[in-house]
């Protein structure tokens, strides 16, 4: 069983940056893909980020490369989305999710952490 807790939302303005947290229960930690996922009201959860359990591939979506960084701390548990020059469309709720080497879905989730960007 791997635990996530999601931190580090709010509300900013355009072009401001934030940096999401996810603390993640488990002895075996970096045996996990991690992933970043949004949604926005009324609309379909979407990737974000992906890195793999060792830190050393990563992966994002189209429209968050060059501004968005995905990270890990395997010592600490620990995962991290730095997102920069923020817009409007950013706006949801972001959830961490881990998966099991092998596996090509995630088997755990987290609750989530709002992120709203003013324009």
């Known amino acids: 069983q791997v635990q996530l807790v999601e931190s580090g939302g709010g509300l900013v303005q355009a072009g401001s940056s934030l940096r999401l947290s996810c603390a993640a229960s488990?002895?075996?930690?970096?045996?996990?893909?991690m992933g970043w996922f949004r949604q926005a009201p009324g609309k379909e959860r979407q990737f974000v980020a992906r890195?793999?359990?060792?830190?050393?591939?990563?992966t994002y979506a189209d429209s968050v490369k060059g501004r968005f960084t995905i990270s890990r701390d395997n010592a600490k548990n620990m995962v991290y989305l730095q997102m920069n020059s923020l817009k409007p469309e950013n706006t949801a709720v972001y959830r961490c999710a881990a998966r099991a080497r092998g596996n090509h879905s995630y088997d755990y989730w987290g609750h989530g952490t709002q992120v709203t960007v003013s324009s």
């Open positions: 488990g002895r075996t930690f970096s045996g996990y893909g």
């Open positions: 890195i793999s359990g060792a830190g050393a591939i990563t």
